[in-house]
């Protein structure tokens, strides 16, 4: 019966997407635990760039509670006044985590510790990744000597163990945060050109890459053009598994003192544990947001790996 | 001609101040009062919490029951910062390590109440007793005919020459000499010197014995020669060209103990000395054949209260102290029969200005800077106590533990910047904060520039936040804080420059640690005379050197305390070339079957091992490792 | 073969070279300031400037930089790693009796590693998205998040509190010495560091065990009916080792210097405990040295495992 109309009559209509809460309910079944991740990471960004207004207290503002063996009137050297340093007092409305060896407040401090983690870390993965890309496309591109030269430098770097590499530039080098970032920064280098090195040299036989030059596109344009966006999955994923890494690395430096003085989780988690029997707040709580973060950071990026490139898939 | 002296003097001798610091990285970790052993004897439980438990608080002695074994425990006396040379370090744990294997003429038995002992000393019979002071001026030194050098084969093999000789006159004499070389290259180094000067000649008028006769009568001159690093050495150990006794086979001296093992870091182990000249002494009866031990053992202190406490519930260590005390209560607790020692330490936080040049010289802004600091808080963070039991008292020019010469605490706690009672923190502050406008204000005097030390780390971790929020919040100033990395170095080198009359803005003001003493003398003389070497305030008070050259010559106790406490006043009240601040009160726990233990307020009485035993046959003594 | 050997060895000189020079430049790169801080340790009685003039002519940082790299590549080259400011012994003979430590604890933990990692890798890959395998990969994460230095405060805890038992801290003695005391001073530090190597095992273990499980021949094997047991064992294990064997060669870094911060927490007395107690004591020759010493160290090491992947992977020569 013709009362149907034809295929090419009918009204075509193209395949809508879908609503973004309907992408995000996909993904969190699809890979829960990346959801977990990214979850996790947005409350760390939150928390570092909102620190002045999520920290409920000055980090190093001390707090006081009475104190029992006070008598007025009395002459104690012992208990000079009502009050006495509020230490390792435990979780309560006043204060989500308790309070420190110090008489600071727990929270205050994981809050802000939360900007220092994620900045230096940010900022030495801006480094390493700069660094490495420019690198590892040099290499790859150029290939021959260029190439030879410059991944023997990576060898020679990668070579080291990061926390021996990280303690030699802390001796020699003056111990503030620049050079911290820049230590740090230096140390990823080499991991981050092997992935991008491969990439690109991967992508340097693609049929697309050849039109390109076949057209009379000049190197760089090729490379800027064509290759680099096409490594931006990798280093994404770089980024944010390094992250995690640098996190440890930065928790470590200070857990032997290396780092300079300010609001660290490592340094909490130094100073922490000896506290860790009789008033374990603020090492449980440092030692769990290093933790937290790193995990985050890894379940992202492994869930952002499978996404993006299942031939990387671990 | 003095000029030139006094400039010389003060850029050589004024970095021996500083070198103290080195001691600090072992005091800040506060092992140093358990240095010897902790209570021992009698006593169950702490003791009474009151301004005198640094004099209290000591164990009865007892007689030797079971002999030998191996004590065990964590201290620092491994570490070498400086050098390993008797007479020039300055490192606490250092003198421990010495003052088991070195001899003196006389030891501290009780150093709060400088009750002395005889080491070397003895009487005309050879006995032990103390030197004959002949008059004010002369005094007469005797050894024990039976003091020798220690004599073992690895000695014998080194040091063929010194193993086993007799120590004598000759000794005292170049150990005494060697600190009073001004051509040596290690002169800056001797900052005991000070005392040695005190001294017109020294005769040998034969071979164990000793004539010294002073230049002026010297009231602690007996103090002298028991303090810390009065060590009687063999001087042939000594290189002649770097003038120093800086290797670990040079360690022989005639202590009762002998240098087995010394690794860097990791431990330092010394046996008994069988033929310790005072073996048989037998004081207060306890018993003759010393040392009772047969070794002592010191590990360096793992980093973790947690490896400590594991460490010291085996029985791995016969004593323990802990970063936090909180655990050193509970470990106490947990573990029944332990004793728990206290004792109150006497190196301490010390902050120095430069008052011969503005801003300092300005007393309001000294005096304003000093109330606006909340001494309180700054020991609570400096030293966190556990619950109920508060870790620190407060101090001036003399540490609180040091009760016989220190400002009574009842007295201290009137002083402007050490007063806590109602309404008096806040009348300080406000009053500090007028004198700060009047000397000039923020405007007017610009940024508080402070320097740091490193070393301990608590120092910048913890106590620099709040001097800064305490500065600026109570005076309205602009506090710039630096922290000199190198733990004291760049503090020394901005000083010598201001000596120099190079403009030092970088360490007007510094902050660090202090070694503790024991006598009036070495608290103030060095440090507050005109010329003192270790004046590094560029402090000229022509009263206060009256007064400091007066009770160096007051032989009566009670005259000389007088004098003493006016110095103090003089030095908080009215001319403040720094700010003392307060002295830990450290705990550590020992087991029951250490006995005859003593705490101590600082390094350097190791000798005190020579008294201690452990008794085998007490319960607690079972399942401890051999 | 011969000539995979060669070219390796070939690569790696300038690696070596390269190696040399990063220290260098790292090591020279303010002058002033490490001089400053070797100076600190080094004043014996000197004021501070002389002091720093004496460390001056002691580390030769007085004479221009190109000399200095030459002659620092000259002692490389001879073997002269440095000496002592503090105890002014060179560092191969301060090092002698550090190295076992070190690398007896590296061996422990790798060790470890592979005792927990192979297993859990194995089920994690057959049994792929399961929740076993979720939860799996999610310890493994665990693994390699939780710092090391937190895990072994922990472990002293629960091994405390359960067992009654504390490591020997007092005096460390050796594997010869005293097997008992040495492997319990060791527990500790090898069970923290290896959960976080078994981590980074498993990971790549399962990765390579999927990819290996895919492979024809597997289902050929599958096909012919042979159980999941043998199959594993047999055919995918063997080939997914290989990699991993690769990674366990890498992890050797570990072995030299890597343990920073349980060696130092647990006093034992190897190689990394050194570095720090020298950085602590401000001789920084010696820092620098064993900096240089491990990176050379590795670099061979190196070598020995690219050598012997290529004589297990037949595939890799003739790349």
Redesign the interface.
């Known amino acids: 019966m013709a009362t149907e109309a034809a295929w090419f009559e009918q009204e075509w209509t193209l395949p809508r997407r879908a609503p973004w809460w309907v992408t995000a309910r996909r993904l969190a079944v699809r890979k829960p635990l990346g959801t977990f991740g990214l979850l996790v990471i947005v409350l760390l960004v939150v928390a570092a760039v909102g620190a002045p207004v999520l920290a409920r207290y000055d980090p190093q503002q001390t707090f006081q509670r009475p104190d029992p063996n006070y008598t007025p009137g009395v002459f104690n050297p012992q208990a000079l006044g009502p009050t006495m340093l509020d230490r390792t007092a435990e979780p309560s409305t006043a204060h989500w985590f308790g309070t420190d060896s110090s008489g600071r407040d727990t929270w205050s401090w994981v809050i802000w510790g939360a900007r220092r983690s994620l900045g230096i870390g940010v900022g030495a993965l801006a480094i390493s990744i700069a660094t490495g890309t420019l690198v590892g496309v040099v290499s790859a591109y150029f290939g021959g000597r260029v190439d030879m030269l410059l991944q023997r430098l990576m060898d020679a770097l990668q070579v080291f163990p990061a926390l021996l590499l990280l303690i030699l530039i802390a001796t020699y080098m003056e111990p503030n945060i620049r050079n911290l970032i820049l230590a740090l920064g230096i140390v990823g280098i080499s991991q981050v050109s092997r992935i991008v090195r491969g990439t690109v040299l991967s992508l340097r036989e693609m049929p697309y890459v050849e039109a390109a030059r076949v057209l009379g596109a000049s190197d760089l344009r090729t490379m800027i053009h064509h290759i680099l966006p096409n490594t931006a999955a990798p280093i994404i994923i770089v980024f944010t598994i390094g992250l995690g890494s640098v996190i440890i690395a930065e928790a470590g430096l200070s857990f032997l003192g290396l780092t300079p003085p300010g609001i660290s989780w490592g340094q909490m988690l130094n100073e922490g544990r000896n506290f860790i029997r009789t008033s374990p707040w603020q090492a449980v709580f440092s030692g769990l947001a290093i933790t937290l973060a790193v995990l985050a950071f890894n379940l992202a990026g492994d869930a952002l790996r499978d996404i993006m490139d299942p031939r990387l898939r671990a | 001609m003095r000029e030139s002296n006094y400039w010389t003097r003060l ?2 001798q004024r ?1 021996s101040r500083r ?1 103290l610091l080195a001691g600090a990285v072992a005091a800040g970790a506060g092992a140093a009062g358990l240095a010897a052993i902790g209570c021992g004897g009698g006593e169950e439980g702490p003791a009474a ?1 009151s ?1 005198t438990a640094a004099a209290g608080g000591q164990p009865t002695l007892t007689a030797v029951g079971s002999r030998g074994g191996t004590y ?1 425990g ?1 201290n620092y006396d491994s570490l ?4 390993r040379d008797p007479h ?1 370090t300055r490192l606490g744990p250092m003198y421990n390590t010495q003052s088991y294997i070195f001899s003196k003429v006389l030891n501290y038995f009780d150093e709060i109440q400088q009750i002395m002992w005889p080491d070397l000393s003895s009487d005309a019979q050879g006995n032990p007793g103390m030197p004959e002071q002949v008059d004010n001026l002369t005094y007469v030194i005797r050894l024990r005919p039976n003091a020798r050098f220690h004599d073992t084969p690895k000695i014998r093999q080194d040091w063929p020459n010194t193993a086993g000789r007799p120590v004598t006159a000759e000794d005292v004499r170049f150990s005494i000499e060697r600190q009073l070389n001004l051509q ?6 001797y900052y005991r010197r000070y005392q040695w000067e005190t001294i017109d000649k020294m005769e040998v008028v034969d071979d164990r014995t000793l004539r010294i006769t002073t230049k002026r009568p010297c009231s602690p001159f007996m103090h002298f020669l028991a303090d810390r690093n009065a060590f009687v050495i063999p001087g042939e150990l000594v290189d002649p060209n770097t003038d ?1 006794m ?1 290797a670990d086979n040079k360690m022989v001296g005639s202590g009762p103990f002998i240098l087995d093992k010394w ?5 330092l182990r010394v046996v008994r000395n069988p033929d310790w000249f005072a073996a048989d002494d037998n004081p207060e009866n306890m018993g003759t054949g010393r040392p009772f031990l047969d070794a002592v ?1 010191i ?2 202190p ?10 010291f ?2 029985k ?2 016969d004593v323990a102290g ?3 005390q ?2 050193t209560y ?1 470990v106490f607790d947990e573990v029944p029969g332990l004793r728990l020692a206290e004792i109150g330490l006497t190196g301490g936080l010390a902050t120095a200005l430069l008052i011969d040049r503005p801003p300092y010289k300005d007393f309001r802004v000294r005096q304003a800077i000093n109330q606006a600091q909340d001494r ?2 700054l020991g ?2 400096m030293y ?5 039991h ?1 870790r620190f ?2 101090s001036d020019a003399i540490a ?1 533990p040091i009760v016989r010469w220190a400002t009574p ?2 007295k201290l ?1 009137t002083y402007p910047g050490y007063r ?1 009672g ?1 309404g008096e ?1 806040e009348a300080d502050i406000a009053d500090a904060r007028k004198l700060f406008e009047a000397a000039g204000g923020r405007e007017g005097l610009g940024p508080i520039r402070i320097l740091f030390s490193s070393i301990p ?1 608590t120092i ?3 106590v ?3 001097v800064v ?1 305490q500065l600026e919040q109570n005076l309205g100033a602009e506090v710039q804080a630096s ?1 000199d ?6 503090i ?2 901005c000083l ?1 420059r201001a000596m120099a009359g190079a403009p030092a803005e970088g360490c007007m003001f510094t902050w660090s640690f202090d070694n503790g003493f024991t006598d009036l003398d070495d608290w103030n003389y060095q440090y507050h005379h005109t010329g003192g070497g270790l004046n590094s305030f560029g402090l000229s008070d022509a009263l206060l050197d009256q007064w400091l050259d007066e009770q160096r010559e007051e032989f009566d106790y009670e005259k000389r305390r007088e004098i003493g406490l006016k110095i103090q006043d003089r030095l908080d009240l009215e001319i403040l070339p720094g700010y003392r601040y307060f002295n830990e ?1 450290q705990r550590g726990v020992t087991r029951p079957y250490v006995k005859n233990g003593r705490s101590w307020p600082w390094f350097g009485v190791a000798y005190w091992f020579a008294n201690v035993w452990m008794d085998s046959t007490h319960p607690d003594f079972q399942g401890r490792p051999g | 073969m011969q000539q995979y050997i060669a070219k390796r060895i070939l690569l790696n000189i300038p690696v070596v070279l390269l190696v040399v020079t990063v220290v260098f430049l790292i090591s020279h790169f303010r002058t002033d300031f490490a001089e400053q801080r070797a100076a600190q340790g080094f004043m014996g009685g000197m004021e501070f400037e002389q002091a720093v003039a004496a460390i001056r002519q002691e580390l030769g940082t007085n004479k221009p930089l190109i000399e200095q790299y030459g002659r620092y590549l000259l002692d490389t080259a001879r073997g002269d790693f440095g000496t002592s400011l503090v105890s002014q012994k060179p560092i191969v003979v301060e090092l002698k009796n550090r190295l076992g430590t070190s690398v007896e604890l590296g061996i422990l933990q790798i060790l470890v590693g592979l005792v927990i990692s192979i297993p859990i890798g194995v089920i994690s890959a057959v049994r792929q998205d399961t929740w076993l395998d979720y939860i799996l990969r999610f310890f493994a994460v665990l693994g390699l998040a939780i710092p090391s230095f937190y895990m072994a405060t922990l472990m002293l805890l629960l091994g405390f509190n359960w067992f009654g038992w504390g490591p020997p801290t007092t005096t460390y003695r050796n594997f010869f010495e005293n097997p008992s005391l040495n492997l319990q001073a060791m527990a500790v530090p090898a069970l923290a560091g290896g959960f976080a190597m078994g981590a980074v095992i498993m990971r790549l273990l399962r990765s390579q065990l999927l990819e290996v499980l895919r492979q024809d021949y597997i289902r050929t094997a599958w096909a012919k009916g042979l159980r999941e047991r043998a199959v594993i064992a047999r055919h995918a294990m063997k080939n997914a080792l290989i990699p991993v064997f690769t990674i366990v060669g890498l992890l050797v870094g570990t072995l030299f210097g890597g343990n920073v911060i349980l060696e130092s927490m647990f006093g034992l007395p190897g190689v990394a405990q050194f570095v720090v107690i020298s950085f602590k004591q401000n001789d920084l020759p010696m820092v620098q040295g064993i900096v240089l010493l491990v990176g050379i160290v590795l670099v061979m090491t190196n070598i020995v495992v690219d050598i012997s992947y290529a004589w297990l992977d037949p595939r890799i020569r003739y790349r």
């Open positions: 850029r050589t970095l070198r919490a301004p065990r964590f070498v910062l400086d050098t020039q040596s290259p290690k002169r800056a180094l120093d800086n690794e860097t870091l990791q431990m053992e590990s360096y793992p980093e973790s209260d947690s490896v400590v406490e594991t460490a519930k085996t791995q260590v802990f970063a936090d909180g655990n509970r309180k808080a609570e963070q966190p106590a556990a619950p109920g508060p008292m407060l609180w605490q009842e706690a806590y109602p923190r780390p910048p971790d913890k620099l936040p709040q929020r922290v990395r190198t733990g004291y170095t760049e020394i080198s010598s009160i």
